[in-house]
């Protein structure tokens, strides 16, 4: 239910089984309507590969742990949608909003005549329910002390203190429909396989293990902008798969990693194909476990960074496509935020391999007579880097980072089973280190949060969804209260500043690279696509601008 996880989407598998995933679902160049090349425009599904997932199971629930496509994007929708690309926020399910004086709520007005897909309104009660599930399922907001509806179209959210991040954590909770969730047994079980929705297109038409098609949503509050016909998602065990569908023109909509893009997909058809990767502000982390040592040890930390080659990381496993981090941890739309102090004093982001020896040397780690170091119980110093299987590209940055620790001694094994199975261990702690996607918002207050606010450290055996790596610092903790407690952009942006300082010298995470955000599509049959001329959301079919998307698009005339 969580806008947004912080870990990347699996990525690719071998190229046999993705092949077999694309016969299953039948995707052809000359099927009609199943794929970009064929069918008419008027009456054709939006034919979208979904790339991590090899098979479908009719789950539409958003508590799920494997969340199937389009639930949070197409299905279900929030109070608000904040696009990172252009820094915009545009009002959906609310058409305004009111903070207080003193910072400890926020009023939200309901759109009127919006409509569940069932034929019931909207109310306010809805939301606050939404908000009770949320907290009783998933936890978090523990500065909302209540949610109070006003009415039926207006709900105040009252805080035990002034919060101001508070906005957009709000506001981009995707809503339930009270009348069906409340009467479920066990909604944080319950499959919901006919979902009840106020978004575009919530009727499950068909549904198969390699497909599922979403049709109309027949009360949907803005029906001229429902003008495609619907959304067919296909399922594919990896990349090969769904760039192979991209670069036959089988599908519509490609959000997946394409190496080579130029080559293997525009090439094809540059009149009607093209690609945009955004850097959007979400940084992409090596999280160390620092609940085990030697990870706890900060010395540990930023020797290990310092013998990363970041510049092999992006150039090699990511085809050039993402730029290298630095000590401030921001990167994307937070550049506004970036103290130009901190960025020129950053020393363990920048390789710098004699300078990691040393100070792992100085750390008591020693090393062996055959290069290797160990740890101070004497064992080897060796541990685990944990990425979904069929992440080509994560894999090669886990790779480029093995090979690269070598170098200092150290002996890192990428390990790399399904990612259901990667992410399970990150919520449980049961991990030695991951490649974590950050949280992404207008302001940098999430992603300190969660990679430094003790709040979020949650302990080994108990599940968190944001601090993986379990880091708390209690200096961070004050700046971040006093970021929370201040509404003023400019105060907020010195305290930023402090809290960069902190990161710099606590080093709680491995920052790599700005995260690029994949996107291409084929403009064959619909038309309306954003581009970096016209950013009104991301071309991610899985984020929140995601909707915004699906309700500009039309069919070519």
Not at 309 to 314: C, F, G, K
Request: charged residues 20%; proline residues 6%; contains cysteine.
């Amino acid at each position: 239910m969580t806008q947004q996880r912080f870990f990347r989407p699996a990525r690719i598998t071998a190229a046999t089984l993705a092949i077999g995933a694309l016969l299953l679902t039948g995707c052809s160049a000359n099927q009609g309507s199943t794929g970009a090349s064929g069918g008419s425009s008027e009456s054709a599904l939006l034919t979208i590969p979904r790339e991590d997932m090899g098979t479908f199971v009719q789950n539409f629930n958003p508590f799920a742990p494997t969340l199937n496509p389009m639930v949070q994007q197409s299905i279900y929708e929030s109070l608000l949608i904040f696009n990172p690309a252009n820094g915009e926020t545009t009002p959906w399910l609310a058409t305004e909003w009111q903070a207080a004086e003193d910072g400890k709520s926020i009023t939200f007005t309901l759109r009127d005549g919006v409509k569940w897909s069932d034929g019931q309104p909207l109310v306010a009660e809805d939301i606050a329910y939404t908000f009770e599930l949320q907290k009783k399922i998933k936890g978090g907001y523990d500065y909302l002390e209540n949610v109070a509806p006003e009415g039926t179209n207006k709900v105040k959210f009252n805080f035990s203190k002034p919060w101001s991040p508070a906005l957009y954590d709000l506001g981009q909770l995707t809503i339930l429909p009270k009348h069906i969730w409340s009467a479920l047994a066990d909604p944080e079980k319950d499959a919901n396989a006919k979902p009840v929705g106020t978004g575009p297109y919530t009727e499950v038409d068909s549904f198969q293990a390699q497909s599922f098609v979403l049709k109309k949503n027949p009360n949907y509050w803005q029906p001229e902008k429902q003008k495609i016909a619907g959304i067919k998602m296909l399922a594919f065990a990896g990349n090969d798969g769904a760039n192979l569908a991209a670069a036959n023109g089988d599908v519509d909509w490609a959000p997946q990693y394409m190496p080579n893009i130029e080559k293997t997909f525009v090439s094809k058809d540059p009149e009607h194909r093209q690609y945009w990767f955004p850097a959007t502000g979400a940084m992409i982390n090596w999280q160390l476990n620092t609940a085990k040592a030697p990870f706890n040890d900060v010395d540990v930390r930023k020797a290990l960074s310092m013998a990363v080659d970041r510049d092999q990381v992006t150039k090699i496993g990511m085809s050039g496509y993402a730029k290298p981090a630095d000590c401030t941890g921001l990167s994307g739309n937070y550049e506004k935020w970036k103290s130009a102090d901190v960025k020129d004093s950053c020393t363990w982001t920048k390789l710098d391999v004699d300078a990691a020896n040393a100070l792992l040397d100085k750390a008591g780690y020693a090393k062996g007579a055959d290069g290797k170091r160990t740890l101070k119980d004497g064992k080897p110093f060796e541990f685990k880097i944990s990425v979904g299987a069929s992440s080509s590209d994560w894999l090669s940055v886990a790779n480029v980072i093995s090979q690269n620790l070598a170098e200092i001694g150290v002996t890192a094994k990428v390990d790399s089973p399904d990612w259901a199975a990667v992410v399970a261990s990150y919520e449980t702690g049961d991990f030695d280190s991951g490649i974590v996607w950050s949280a992404n918002d207008p302001s940098p207050y999430k992603y300190f949060n969660t990679s430094m606010g003790t709040a979020t450290v949650k302990p080994v055996g108990t599940k968190t969804f944001d601090n993986y790596h379990r880091f708390g610092d209690a200096e961070a903790d004050a700046l971040l209260a006093e970021f929370a407690a201040e509404a003023d952009e400019s105060k907020q942006k010195d305290i930023a500043v402090k809290l960069q300082e902190e990161y710099n010298d606590a080093a709680p995470l491995v920052p790599l690279f700005s995260g690029p955000v994949w996107g291409a599509f084929n403009d064959t049959r619909f038309t309306g696509w954003p581009t970096e001329d016209n950013p009104y959301a991301t071309l991610s079919e899985r984020s929140p601008t995601t909707v915004l998307v699906l309700t500009s698009l039309e069919p070519r005339k």
